[in-house]
């Protein structure tokens, strides 16, 4: 049975999270500039009641390492599913743009964004990194209900009847390289409902030690995000730390 994250890890978020985007400041500041000739373009979905500034640790790493990296540009994400076909239109527009696929990384519930769109298009998807994103249930205990309450007056998420057959299929393996990252000590969701039931040689759970507010900034997950980024297909193979 999946249980809520422990009341210490909630309570000690935000400064666990303030201390791991302090640690990597470092290493944002000591990475080397590099040019890329790599043409897929990277685009970041941020998470619940974040914007495109809340994943700027992420976007200046890979910037910095020559890669063309876009936010979602839809503002703050407030679990609006009506962003979804704005969103899509976005991955559509970036493809055309790099004539590339499309590296698709989301934070928590732009994972779950991350998901549906690859999902979707995958023609135009080269992967999905999952940072925290609870996809295998969504309405699992966490303390993010407390958010989903003040969003809607209920703990769950009201799930309109057009998109609850995707949303009961987002634990379905996508047909792509798809690397979900997880913390035991994240304090929002339950870790367990962020990865995948079966790994293989496409489809990678990777646990890191982190906060699930700083999971955007944490310097494993950085380091991840520039591997996964920097591989080309024709030389997947799984993560290694």
């Known amino acids: 049975m999946v249980k809520k994250p422990p009341l210490i890890y909630f309570l000690t978020e935000l400064v666990r999270g303030l201390w791991d985007r302090m640690r990597s400041m470092r290493y944002r500041w000591a990475l080397p500039a590099a040019e890329s000739t790599d043409p897929h373009p990277v685009l970041i979905i941020p998470g619940l009641l974040s914007d495109d500034a809340s994943t700027k640790p992420l976007r200046q790493v890979l910037q910095r390492r ?3 990296v876009y936010g979602w540009g839809l503002g703050r994400n407030m679990a609006k599913l009506t962003d979804l076909e704005a969103l899509e239109a976005r991955l559509v527009q970036l493809y055309n743009k790099h004539q590339a696929k499309v590296n698709i990384i989301g934070w928590s519930l732009g994972g779950i964004y991350a998901r549906k769109i690859a999902a979707d298009h995958p023609e135009l998807t080269k992967q999905i990194i999952t940072l925290g ?8 205990p966490s303390w993010a209900t407390y958010t989903v309450k003040f969003l809607w007056g209920t703990r769950e998420i009201i799930i309109p009847r057009e ?18 990252i997880y913390s035991r000590q994240d304090g929002i969701v339950p870790w367990d409902c962020c990865t995948e039931d079966v790994q293989d040689e496409w489809h990678q759970n990777i646990e890191v030690s982190s906060s699930h507010t700083s999971m955007i900034a944490n310097v494993d997950v950085l380091k991840i995000c520039l591997d996964r980024v920097s591989t080309a297909i024709e030389d997947w193979a799984p993560y290694e730390k």
């Open 163 to 180: 998109h609850q057959g995707w949303i009961s299929d987002l634990g379905i393996a996508r047909p792509l390289p798809t690397t979900s």
């Open 133 to 140: 994103s609870p996809y295998q249930d969504i309405n699992a």
């Open 66 to 68: 020559g890669f063309q």
